[in-house]
């Protein structure tokens, strides 16, 4: 039984399937989840990559990285311009008010005082630590940065982001000779490097109230 089911899960739908769907599929998450900060995208990337890696044409893992920085790149834009209504309005937005709860003023504080001396570089880097995204786009929104300049630079941090989890991915799809294995490897390395920040945060939490 524990046989046919990992062989059911190791057969993947021909090429061209895969292609059809999957891109639109993970074009729509990504974007989801850079509107929605809940959604794992850089696991959705890894994983993507994983079965990009293992398909014959050689252009599959550049339309990954292509789709998945173009959504990356329209989320935070819908977002940040979702943000610039919240702060120009007097009762702000509940999206302005989402992206005030997931920041500590610690947090903010810090990210506006790197923003004065560097902007693109903080931006990228926004991108790449985990969990580093929302708070410098919160700075942006109040230092008043319009949505051309913060388009520029996030577009450079969307694509140094993909290419970073698509490496993953590729890392990944490598050690393992079967598709979904990679998958299985590229998710969870994902998904601990995008958890580890928040569980050490709590663990010092932890040990500053002890």
């Known amino acids: 039984m524990i046989d046919g089911l990992v062989a059911a899960v190791g057969e993947l739908p021909p090429e061209s399937t895969q292609q059809a769907v999957g891109y639109p599929t993970l074009f729509l998450l990504v974007a989801l989840g850079a509107l929605v900060p809940v959604v794992p995208t850089g696991a959705l990337v890894s994983s993507a990559a994983v079965v990009a890696f293992h ?4 252009f599959s893992p550049l339309f990954v990285f292509l789709v ?12 940040y311009w979702l943000g610039q209504r919240g702060v120009r309005s007097r009762n702000g937005s509940r999206w302005l008010a989402s992206l005030r709860g997931r920041v500590t003023p610690e947090r903010l504080a810090r990210a506006q005082e790197r923003l004065d001396t560097h902007q693109v ?9 985990p969990a580093g ?5 919160l700075a942006c929104l109040l230092g008043g940065m319009p949505l051309r300049r913060f388009v520029r630079g996030d577009a450079a941090a969307c694509l140094a982001w993909a290419a970073t989890y698509q490496l993953i991915g590729v890392l990944g799809g490598s050690l ?12 969870a390395l994902a998904l601990l490097i995008s958890g580890a920040p928040a569980v050490w945060r709590r663990v010092r939490g932890a040990r500053g109230g002890a």
């Open 68 to 79: 998945a920085s173009l959504a990356a790149c329209l989320g935070d834009a819908a977002l």
């Open 121 to 129: 570089p903080v931006l990228v880097l926004s991108r790449l630590v």
């Open 176 to 187: 393992f000779p079967e598709p979904w294995q990679g998958v299985v490897a590229a998710v």
């Open 55 to 58: 398909q014959t044409s050689p």
């Open 133 to 137: 995204r929302i708070p410098v786009m």
